[in-house]
């Protein structure tokens, strides 16, 4: 089985930049989530979907963040303008329909670093 | 609201040595609790879990036990091998925040 597959894996831009990351999950996981993992601190939840419609944005910073997930499946998110505080690793996580158990698979991450 | 305490690394271990990491947390509600682990260059992967007081989850030699009295979690392994060097994330959920709140993260290193 394939599992959460993420792409950039690494991107280095200049403050005021744009970003765009992408996440395609395990084939049936309704629900993704793309997580901000800062060094030395725990992930954070960016954004979760539910299909295609938006379960919780609420620690999205929505002057610069955005993301879809447009055919209920791959998801985009994206950043503009970029911060240095940006820098960070962007996780998507996928799980399956259903009950919020906890149980997330991860993609590898794309790691930003902005100068 | 909803917290995850955990201690502190880098944790050096030799090979074969008893591990504990400790886990500690804030809830409303009751929580369902994991650790998750990082190896290096991979992404974050579920290591165990236990949904409610008492219970123990447990897998590849990995423990750790439910207690709602200390609010605690914490993982042992009896005898920690190289290949057991990664970061581990101690993290809950409940019904009501639906959403994994983790810990920082404690970052295991085994020698020979």
């Known amino acids: 089985e394939a599992g959460v597959a993420q792409s950039p894996r690494y991107k280095i831009i200049e403050k005021r930049q744009s970003v765009a990351f992408w996440c395609n999950p395990i084939?049936?996981?309704?629900?993704l989530y793309w997580y901000q993992q800062i060094l030395g601190q725990g992930p954070k939840l960016l954004i979760q979907?539910?299909?295609?419609?938006?379960?919780?944005d609420s620690q999205l910073p929505k002057d610069r963040f955005s993301a879809e997930r447009l055919k209920g499946v791959d998801s985009t998110l994206k950043i503009q303008p970029a911060k240095l505080e940006d820098s960070a690793v962007y996780l998507c996580?996928?799980?399956?329909?259903?009950?919020?158990?906890?149980?997330?698979?991860f993609g590898e991450g794309s790691r930003l670093t902005v100068l | 609201g909803n917290s995850v305490t955990q201690m502190e690394g880098p944790v050096t271990l030799s090979e074969e040595a008893f591990l504990t990491i400790n886990c500690t947390y804030t809830?409303?509600?009751?929580?369902?609790l994991f650790w998750y682990v990082q190896y290096p260059g991979e992404g974050l992967q579920l290591l165990l879990k236990?949904?409610?007081?008492?219970d123990k989850g447990s897998n590849k030699g990995f423990e750790a036990t439910y207690r709602k009295e200390t609010t605690s979690f914490h993982l042992e392994k009896g005898s920690v091998q190289v290949s057991d060097s990664a970061v581990y994330f101690c993290?809950?959920?409940?019904?009501?925040?639906?959403?994994?709140?983790f810990g920082t993260g404690t970052r295991l290193q085994v020698t020979l």
């Open positions: 996580a996928s799980s399956l329909p259903g009950l919020n158990t906890g149980e997330l698979f």
């Open positions: 084939s049936g996981h309704a629900t």
């Open positions: 979907f539910q299909n295609n419609g938006v379960v919780d």
């Open positions: 809830a409303t509600g009751y929580p369902s």
């Open positions: 236990a949904t409610k007081a008492d």
């Open positions: 993290a809950l959920i409940t019904g009501t925040a639906s959403k994994l709140t």
